[in-house]
């Protein structure tokens, strides 16, 4: 009973054990999905960064055709505006001949042509130097943005990765969770066979006792009722001795009064 109740000690002992396990792997496995919805959130949080990037992006390539088609327009309305004056000045040539012939109308139409031919330049050389400088920051924005959506995407990447490897080393701890779950009810059940098997050992010894007590209590019951013959048969034998003695003495009592 003794070495049983021993084994059954360390039974209990090793359940105990692999339930510890069992809850530490059941705690990794939280920690590692909370882990893992962290990631997640992380990876949608970049996205998000990533669509605005995209957008961002987008925005600006439309502001850069728009800058293009302004300074197109710009151009435009610049040659028309210098076909006009030209158109203009022609004209007033003609009148002025007409009035006044006598002044110089070559020279006053080619510095009227040469300023607004100044003008028109400057006015060019205004619109490309705004256009570069608009272009210049664009690209610098583009290229910063760029860099961002490089560096998000890479990041991305690195989570993606991480978040393979952490599935990869959840579903090992799932599984090993799950083997350890099968190993820890198929000790169970083991060891509940075995302690059943003790319990039916140990009612068996139990009830042999009971009977070995019984038949102890029956032979000294028995005992006792011959310790009690023995004890009535020692005071009948005495008694039949203390007569036997007492005619004994009778007996020999009587030859002496005949000899007399």
Known sequence: ????????????LQIDNARLAADD?????????????????????????????????????????????????????????????RSQVGGQVSVEVDSTPGVDLAKILSEMRSQYEIMAEKNRKDAEAWYNSQIQDLNIQVE??????????????ELRRTLQGLEIELQSQLSMKAALEGTLAETEARYGAQLS???GVISSIEAQLSNVRADTERQNQEY?????????????????????????????????????
């Open 197 to 199: 098997q003790i319990q």
């Open 25 to 85: 792997f059941r705690t990794k496995f939280e920690t590692e999905q909370a882990l893992r919805l962290s990631v997640e959130a992380d990876i949608n949080g970049l996205r998000r960064v990533l669509d605005e990037q995209t957008l961002a992006r987008t925005d600006l390539e439309m502001q850069i055709e728009s800058l293009k088609e302004e300074l197109t327009n710009l151009k435009k309305n610049h040659e028309e505006e210098i076909s006009a004056l």
């Open 224 to 260: 006792q009722q011959l310790m009690d013959i023995k004890s009535r048969l020692e005071q009948e034998i005495a008694t039949y001795r203390s007569l036997l003695e007492g005619q004994e003495a009778h007996y020999n009592s009587l030859p002496t009064i005949m000899v007399i």
């Open 1 to 12: 009973i003794l070495g049983a109740t021993i084994d059954n000690s360390k039974i209990v």
């Open 144 to 157: 910063v943005h760029t860099e961002q959506i490089r560096i998000s995407q890479t990041e991305v990447t």
